[in-house]
């Protein structure tokens, strides 16, 4: 098992704090964390990065981008992100393809818990279908780089890859794509991540750790050390909130599952603690698990 943190987290301790990025970035390091999770256009914006990175010792675990695939020819931004991740040697990268329109999604959620219904949507929808066409793109193109394209269940209900029938029909219909098992976004379709777990555990290649609490469950938590036990959809440090974490890293040690695990909690109020709180509750568990 091996750790890492989305440097968003890492830019934003620093603006919290006070502290510079190379003092956090060795923080983040002390705390066991090998790498990080890179946004693609901060990484190309940023020339500093990866030579800060390298001095502290971080790798970059996964790259991500976002893609207007459903309206767009993004053939370059696809090279660029394959170009961009095997100069850093990231081995995994992260497509979010696009959206649907504000119209399309209700009909779109109307059907997410229905399998059949939602490939019949899917189907007959042409920014989906450009969607897949993109994605199919992005495999092809990573195979041929040694670079593993993955997708994941976004939190945003204009995302065809919102809800586990959504991510299945993309996965059915491209069968060298890989996910990225979110574990904190299916509750924000009210989808339980258990199920999920069941249907997409044979296509995880990445992991993203995310918990779940309400806004004043995650203040008593940073404050006071209680864990979070009311439900929310508010970022918490990983075991502060109420989904069943150390129950998933359990399952990921049976299906043989020992790359990252990438600590992700957007817009925490205390990102620095978040981090460190993180690191530990999931170094603890798998070693837990581990003398199991």
């Not at 990866?50 to 090279?79: H, N, P, R, W």
Request: hydrophobic fraction near 40%; proline fraction near 2%; glycine fraction near 6%.
């Amino acid at each position: 098992m091996k750790l890492s943190v989305f440097y968003d987290h890492i830019t934003q301790a620093a603006k919290q704090s006070g502290k510079g990025i190379e003092e956090i970035l060795k923080e983040v390091r002390a705390t066991g964390i090998e790498a990080v999770e890179m946004h693609l256009a901060c990484l190309l914006e940023t020339e500093e990065i990866f030579g800060q990175l390298k001095a502290a010792d971080l790798k970059i675990s996964c790259i991500y981008e976002f893609f207007s695939m459903e309206s767009c020819d993004e053939t370059q931004k696809v090279k660029q992100l394959m170009e961009t991740a095997g100069t850093v040697q990231a081995e995994k990268v992260l497509v979010v393809p696009g959206f649907v329109s504000e119209e399309e999604k209700e009909d779109m959620q109307a059907c997410m818990k229905d399998y059949d219904k939602v490939s019949a949507f899917m189907e007959g929808n042409d920014k989906v279908l450009h969607m897949a066409e993109g994605l199919s793109y992005a495999v092809k193109l990573g195979a041929e780089k040694g670079i593993t394209v993955t997708v994941e269940d976004f939190d945003d209900n204009k995302s065809p890859l919102s809800g586990m029938n959504g991510i299945r029909w993309f996965l059915n219909r491209i069968p060298e794509l890989q996910y990225t098992f979110d574990m904190g976004n299916f509750v924000g379709n009210e989808e339980d991540v258990l199920v999920a777990w069941e249907l997409l555990k044979d296509r995880i290649a990445h992991v993203h750790c995310k918990d779940r609490g309400d806004e004043a469950a995650k203040i008593q938590a940073l404050e006071c050390g209680v864990p979070s036990i009311n439900r929310g959809l508010a970022s918490v440090a990983v075991g502060d909130g109420y989904l069943p974490i150390a129950e998933l890293i359990r399952r990921l040690r049976t299906i043989g599952y020992d790359d990252y695990l990438a600590i992700e909690h957007f817009d925490a109020p205390n990102q620095e603690l978040c981090i460190k709180k993180s690191a530990e509750f999931l170094q603890k568990q798998y070693a837990k698990e581990e003398t199991c």
